[in-house]
C-alpha cells in the first residue's frame, strides 16, 4: 500500500462515522482539487474514492462485527451507513454474505469470505522489497498465458459505453403536492447530466414511460439501451429534503453506489450540483470547466421564487391549456421576488407563445416581447433565453431575425432538447424547410425533451414521422406515426399524416378513402381524419362529399379558435364553388390570396401559381411555379401536384409537364442526400 493511500485509510477512518464524508470531503481534507484525488487514488488503488470510501467502511465493519457486542443495526451507523437494510446490501455484495452470519460463522470456525471487490493493488511485498521470477520461470509463466490466450476467450470486462437514463424519482412524502419539488430535482440530475458531452443521457420523455412499470431493470435496459440507471426517491420535511439516490449498472440489476442526501432546501442547487458529479465520478466521466461551469450554474438567489418557478414548471410540461393558464401566477410570482430571474422569464414566454400559437386571436403578443427582453438581459447566452427572444421575433413572423437566435440557442448550448424541440418546430411550422425540419426532429428524438406526459411524447414522434413522410421516406415515417398514436391515438396532426401515408403507400385513392371511412366509424370527431376524408373526396373530384367533409372541418377550426390549415381555403373555395355555394367559396379565396400575399415561406409562389389556375390565369399560373422550382428542400405532396383539381386548366401544358420533372429530380436527389444524414447515425 503506498503512502498516499495509507494517509487517505488515515483520514477516512477518522471520518468513518459521518455517512456524510464523500469525494469533496476528502479531498478538503487531503488539501487537493477533486479531480487530482480521483486521478490519484485510481492510479494508486485501481480503485474510484467512492469505492475506496466503501471498501474501508464494509472492512471496518467486519471488524466490529467480529471483535464487538454490536448489533448490525449499531455498526452500520459506526461506519457511516444511515440505513441498515443499505448495509446489508452493501456487505452482502461484498462479502459473499448478510452481516448477521459473522458471528455465525467465527463460533463454527467457517473462514471469513473474500472481498468480491477488487483490493488496492499491491506495488510490492509488505517488506518493500519488489518480488521478482527466475528467467526461467517468467518464461513459463508468459507460455502459459499465451496458450491461455489463444485457447479461451479474453475474461476482461469489455468497457461499458457512457449512456445512462435517470428513471422517474418517487414522492415518499405523504403530502402529494410536494411531487413538484421530487420531479423538479430529477430533471435537474438529468439536464445536468446531460451537459457532459461524454455521457449518452436518455430522455426524460423516454423514462417516464416507466414511472409505473413491473418491468425489471435489464428488461428497461434492453429496451432503452443503456448501461446505467439512477432511481431515486425522497420527501420535503418541514425545510429540509431527504433523497436517496442509487446508480444501477443495467444488464445485471447491480447496485454500484447510493448515497442519502439530507439538505436544507434552501442548499437546493449544492445539492443538485453534488447528485451530478457523485454520478459522474462513479462511471468515470470527466467533466470540462466548461461543463462544471455549467452545472454550477443557480438559475436564482432565492429559493423562494425558485419554489415558484418549479411549482409554475410542473404545470408547464403538463402542456394543457388549463395547466398553461394555472402556470402563469407562479413564474409571476418568482419574478416578483427576483426581478432578474431570467429562467422564469423565458419560461414564462413559452408559456403565452404555446396559448397563442394556434389561436386566431394573438393576445400576448406584447408580453412575450417584453419578458423576452428581460430573460436576454439577464442571461443573454442561455438556450432558454435565446429560445425566448426567437419565439418573439416568431410572433410577429419576423422570421429572419428569429432563425439567428434559434440558431445562436443550439450553438452555445449544444444538444439542449429544448432548443432542439423550438428548432423543429420552427422548421416545420415558420420556415417550412424539408432538411432541416428532418435534421432536428431526428436530434430531437434522440435527446431530450423535458416532459412529463404521453401528448409530448406524441408530438415528438408525430414531428419526426412528418419530417420523415414530407423528405420522402414512407415507410420508415408510418413506424414512427404508429409510435406518435401509441402515445395518444387522439393526436390530430399524427392522424392526418398516417391517412396520407396509406394513401401515399397504396396510390389508390378510393382504397385511402374507404379506410378512413372505417377510422372514421371508430373516431368521428378526429379533426386530423375529418380534415383527410376532405382531401381525398377532393382529389377524386367528389365534390359533395368533399363539401360535407370540408364543411365539418370549417366548423371543427373555428369552434376551437384554430389558426391552421389557412393554405388549404383555395382548395376548399374549389369545391364549394363545384358544390353550387359561390359566395363561401369567393370568400375563401380572398382569404388564400390574402394569406399567400403575406406569406414568407418558400411556398409562397407555388401558392400563387394555384390561385392563378384557379382563375384562369395560364400565364402567370406557369411564370409563378417557375419560381417556385428554384427553391429546395420542399415537401413530397408536392410532387402529388398533378393530381390536383386545382391545376386541370395547366395539366396538358408542356411546360408545366416540364417543370414537374425539374421539381421531381430535385426533389429525389435531396432525399438522397438525406439518406445518408439518417442512415450515418440509424433511426432513433
Partial sequence: ????????????????????????????RMNMSRSNLLRKVKKDSSLSVTQLISQIRLTRGMELLRTSSLNVSEVSLQVGFSSASYFIKCFREYY???????????????????????????????????????ALGLLVVLAGALLMYYKQPSSESPKLEKSIAVLPFKNES?????????????????????????????????SERYRSTMKSIPEIAKELNVNYFVEGSGQKIGDGILLNIQLIEATTDKHLWAKQYRRE????????????????????????????????????????????????????????????VESIPYFKNAIELDNEFALAYSTLVMVYYYLDVFSVEKIHVADIDTYADKAMKFDPKSGESLVAKGLAHTQKKEFDLAAPYFENALEYNPGNGLVIHFLTEFYHMHVPNTSKYLEYALQGARLDNPSLDS?????????????????????????????????????????????????????????????????????????????QMAKLSYLLRDYNSAHVYYGKFLKMKKAMRLDIYNEKNLEIGLVYSKAGFAKEAEELVQSFKLYTDNDKTIYKEL??????????????????????????????????????????????????????????????????????????????
Avoid at 495509507?6 to 479531498?27: K, P, W
Avoid at 453534488?274 to 452545472?295: F, L
Avoid at 443557480?298 to 418549479?310: M, R
Wanted: charged share 25%; net charge neutral.
Fill in 265 to 324: 432546501v434552501k442548499d437546493i442547487f449544492a445539492l443538485q450540483q453534488e447528485i451530478a458529479k457523485n454520478i459522474a465520478e462513479e462511471i468515470q466521466v470527466i467533466i470540462t470547466p466548461e461543463e462544471e461551469k455549467a452545472i454550477e450554474k443557480i438559475p436564482t438567489k432565492n429559493v423562494v421564487a425558485y419554489d415558484f418557478f418549479l411549482k409554475g414548471k410542473d404545470l408547464f410540461y403538463r402542456s394543457g391549456r388549463k395547466d398553461l
Fill in 174 to 206: 405523504n403530502d402529494s403536492t410536494n411531487v413538484y419539488l421530487i420531479n423538479g430535482l430529477m430533471e435537474s440530475t438529468l439536464n445536468n447530466l446531460q451537459s457532459m458531452k461524454e455521457l449518452k443521457v436518455v430522455s426524460r420523455t423516454s
Fill in 96 to 134: 459473499g454474505y448478510p452481516p448477521g452470519e459473522v458471528g455465525k460463522r467465527e463460533a463454527e470456525g467457517v473462514p471469513q469470505a473474500t472481498p468480491t471487490l477488487p483490493p488496492p493493488v499491491v506495488n510490492g511485498s509488505r517488506n518493500g522489497k519488489i518480488v521478482t521470477f527466475s
Fill in 607 to 684: 401558392h400563387l401559381s394555384l390561385y392563378y389556375c384557379y382563375r384562369g390565369d395560364t400565364k402567370n399560373a406557369i411564370e409563378h411555379l417557375k419560381l417556385f422550382s428554384k427553391e429546395d428542400s420542399y415537401i413530397y405532396q408536392v410532387l402529388w401536384l398533378e393530381m390536383d383539381p386545382l391545376v386541370d386548366p395547366i395539366r396538358s401544358n408542356p411546360e408545366f409537364k416540364q417543370i414537374m420533372t425539374d421539381i421531381e429530380k430535385k426533389f429525389w436527389k435531396t432525399n438522397k442526400r438525406l439518406r445518408g444524414m439518417f442512415e450515418e447515425k440509424g433511426l432513433p
Fill in 455 to 531: 401528448a409530448n411524447a406524441s408530438f415528438k414522434y408525430y414531428h419526426l414521422a412528418n419530417a420523415l413522410m414530407q423528405a420522402g421516406f414512407m415507410e420508415e415515417a408510418m413506424l414512427y406515426c404508429n409510435k406518435s398514436l401509441a402515445f395518444n391515438p387522439r393526436n390530430i396532426f399524427a392522424n392526418g399524416t398516417k391517412g396520407f401515408l396509406e394513401f401515399a403507400g397504396k396510390k389508390d385513392l378510393n382504397f385511402a378513402r374507404e379506410g378512413l371511412k372505417q377510422a372514421l366509424k371508430n373516431d368521428s370527431t378526429s379533426f386530423g381524419l375529418i380534415q
Fill in 1 to 28: 500500500m503506498s503512502d498516499f493511500i495509507s494517509r487517505i485509510h488515515a483520514v477516512i477512518e477518522e471520518n468513518i462515522a459521518n455517512e456524510q464524508f464523500g469525494v469533496t470531503e476528502l479531498a478538503d
